[in-house]
């Protein structure tokens, strides 16, 4: 299914990612990366918060704020992302 979205993936997506530990979010990140081309190797950004990947028609940025106590300190990152039309963003726990 990750590969499916990823194909249509033009960049100016956001999509959150909800369920709980183990529930497969970063299955499905690694299935939008390949349906966006990338050769890199999509992993859980839960101890870096974020990582980058880029795709043939666009990149993708993959946040985690599992681990986030103070939300306001990727704000600036999350917003830069956001607003560039040639990336796709992916939020895990976003409620945090």
């Known amino acids: 299914m990750g590969e499916?979205?990823?194909k249509l993936l033009?960049?100016?997506e956001l999509i959150e990612l909800v369920g709980d530990l183990g529930t497969?979010?970063?299955?499905l990140v690694k299935g939008l990366c390949k349906?966006?081309?990338t050769k890199d190797l999509a992993a859980s950004p839960t101890f870096t918060i974020q990582r980058d990947y880029k795709?043939?028609?666009?990149?993708i940025h993959h946040f985690d704020f599992y681990r986030l106590h103070?939300?306001?300190i990727?704000?600036?990152e999350l917003s830069?992302?956001?607003n560039d039309p040639a990336v796709s963003v992916v939020v895990e726990w976003g409620d945090i």
């Not at 497969?24 to 299955?27: I, L, P, R, V, Y």
């Open 4 to 6: 499916k979205i990823g």
């Open 10 to 12: 033009r960049g100016g």
């Open 24 to 27: 497969g979010k970063t299955t």
């Open 35 to 37: 349906g966006v081309g």
């Open 55 to 59: 795709g043939k028609e666009c990149d």
């Open 70 to 72: 103070d939300p306001g």
């Open 74 to 76: 990727m704000s600036d």
């Open 80 to 82: 830069e992302s956001i």
